[in-house]
T-cell receptor
């Protein structure tokens, strides 16, 4: 069956360090992968998208890699700040006969410790 | 643009009652999605529309759930009759398109509690 796994439910990182979150998937052949941030009581907010033919994407302090051989994406936040504390979700398209669905992982709750 | 607008923010209802959740997508977005989020199952896609037409409702859990999009600026998700296991946060999201990898814009959600 199809599965999206994010490395851990919770991750604590010291302020200023790089936070690395992992998204692994099985039985998918995604055309692209997305990362979202979700704060308590709010809806997810789109951060970055990376396509299957892209190895790496950057946006300010964020970097995403996508390895379709390993079936894995890594999400990095450099020079982390307490304001980066949130739950981060990865999501894959599940294209099926032209019917596209975005399926989400369960998320990793990141806490940046001052 | 005010973003995706959902109402109500919170809904508490008794088992057996009808519940209607509302959503106004971003103007110009052709796709509208309804998701449900619980601690146990995370974010699950219930149904999505393209140009007001339902494309895939395979995620709708039971016949008690129905969704409509009468025009490009409004959609409803209805649960009739509601049950305690329907308690969750329901999100509406809209997007410019799919297939080319547009990000979704989510509303703030409706927290539904069925007692």
């Amino acid at each position: 069956s199809q599965k999206i796994e994010q490395n851990s439910e919770a991750l604590n990182i010291q302020e200023g360090k790089t936070a690395t979150l992992t998204c692994n998937y099985t039985n998918y052949s995604p055309a692209y992968l997305q990362w979202y941030r979700q704060d308590p009581g709010r809806g997810p907010v789109f951060l970055l998208l990376i396509r299957e033919n892209e190895k790496e994407k950057r946006k300010e302090r964020l970097k995403v890699t996508f390895d379709t051989t390993l079936k894995q994406s890594l999400f990095h936040i450099t020079a982390s700040q307490p304001a980066d504390s949130a739950t981060y979700l990865c999501a894959l398209d599940a294209l099926n006969f032209g019917n596209e669905k975005l399926t989400f992982g369960t998320g990793t709750r990141l806490t940046i410790i001052p | 643009d005010a973003g995706v607008i959902q109402s109500p923010r919170h809904e508490v209802t008794e088992m057996g009652q009808e519940v209607t959740l509302r959503c106004k997508p971003i103007s110009g977005h052709d796709y509208l999605f309804w998701y449900r989020q619980t601690m146990m199952r995370g974010l699950e896609l219930l149904i999505y529309f393209n140009n007001n037409v339902p494309i895939d409702d395979s995620g709708m859990p039971e016949d008690r759930f129905s969704a409509k999009m009468p025009n490009a600026s409004f959609s409803t998700l209805k649960i009739q009759p509601s049950e305690p296991r329907d308690s969750a946060v329901y999100f509406c999201a809209s997007s410019l398109g799919t297939g080319v990898g547009y990000g979704y814009t989510f509303g703030s959600g409706t927290r539904l509690t069925v007692v």
